[in-house]
């Protein structure tokens, strides 16, 4: 065990059974002419989000922390997406984006498409896992708790966009799962106004699991990774 220094105070995690859940770091949310950038939400600290990530991807992967991977993303005919009479059908943007303005029809979190693929600073690297999802939370339809489960995983760090949905939906379950959640607040990017992060980081620090930086992440990461060596 090692302790991480976090609010509200510093957490006691096996390394052994901890893994790093990147939600949906895509080009939707976090580049210039995807889903986020199109509907006018405030995209100007995704560069500094992905620069945080290449410095802790690779130090998880160093210090055997498993990463893993959410994208969320729908088939082309929208079949997995919810119909009418699914909430998702009428609260998901992308949906409403492509219903509202036919020149995106096919274009918004589709499979395959540009917009729904991680960006190109953060590809995927060998033995590190992809998980697909159609709603906010990673836990909801996927293969991500059995996962976890198969790998004796009980700590999760997550990083991420958006902070007060994705992120926050899928902490949320992972608490609910008897996971401990672990938010690592400088590697994520919220929508809408600050006080949506605001009272996410609050949420998670005085009642869901707690927050941290990626710098006493990393710190944590290359003691264990020399201790190893």
């Not at 992967?61 to 009418?84: E, N, Q």
């Not at 992308?94 to 395959?112: F, H, N, Q, V």
């Not at 799962?177 to 809408?192: Q, R």
Request: aromatic share 8%; with cysteine; net charge negative.
């Amino acid at each position: 065990m090692v302790a991480l220094a976090a609010r509200p105070e510093p957490v006691d995690i096996d390394l052994r059974q901890t893994a790093l859940i990147c939600v949906d770091m895509q080009n939707a949310f976090a580049t210039k002419g995807g889903m986020f950038d199109l509907a006018g939400f405030d995209i100007s600290r995704a560069p500094d989000v992905i620069e945080v990530h290449q410095r802790l991807l690779p130090a998880c992967r160093k210090a055997g922390v498993k990463v893993i991977y959410l994208v969320i993303a729908f088939k082309p005919d929208l079949s997995d997406a919810g119909d009418p009479t699914s909430p998702a059908y009428h609260k998901e943007l992308a949906l409403r984006m492509m219903r509202s303005r036919p020149e995106l029809a096919g274009k918004l979190l589709i499979d395959g498409g540009w917009d729904a693929a991680i960006v190109d600073e953060l590809a995927p690297q060998p033995g590190d896992l992809v998980i697909r999802k159609t709603r906010y939370s990673g836990f909801c339809r996927t293969e991500l708790e059995a996962t976890l489960r198969a790998s004796n995983i009980r700590y999760l760090l997550f990083t991420g966009v958006a902070t007060n949905v994705c992120v926050e939906s899928t902490a949320r379950d992972a608490h609910f799962s008897e996971f401990w959640p672990i938010l690592i607040e400088d590697a994520m990017n919220h929508s809408g106004p600050d006080f949506n992060r605001q009272a996410t980081l609050w949420n998670f620090e005085h009642t869901l699991g707690w927050v941290t930086r990626s710098d006493q992440v990393i710190a944590v990461l290359q003691t264990q990774a020399r201790a190893a060596a």
